[in-house]
């Protein structure tokens, strides 16, 4: 039997943002900034085609799915994306008091 490759590796490492302190806060607002322009508009999609009864066609139909799937996507995993250490701390304060 000949020699095989022993070595495991389980650790995922991610690292954030930016390995410099000073530009997290601003990359932070930034991404901050695109979730909820995101989020916004998929939602008002969403009210567009439920209030206007002239929306309610196949092709807006379609749109108002694909804008609730967006938003439950956005949802579930921008939430997990770590946050900078000063951040950190008033994360867990907050689920803290919850």
Known sequence: MGIRNQT??????LLGFSPHPDQQPLLFGL???MYLVT?????LIILAFGSDSHLHTPMYFFLANLSFIHTCF???VV???P???TLQTLQW???WYK
């Open 8 to 13: 495991s590796n389980s650790d995922f490492l």
């Open 31 to 33: 991404f901050l900034a």
């Open 39 to 43: 989020v916004l508009g998929n939602l």
């Open 74 to 76: 956005y949802c579930t």
């Open 79 to 81: 939430p997990k994306v």
């Open 83 to 85: 946050l900078p250490p």
């Open 93 to 95: 304060l907050l689920l």
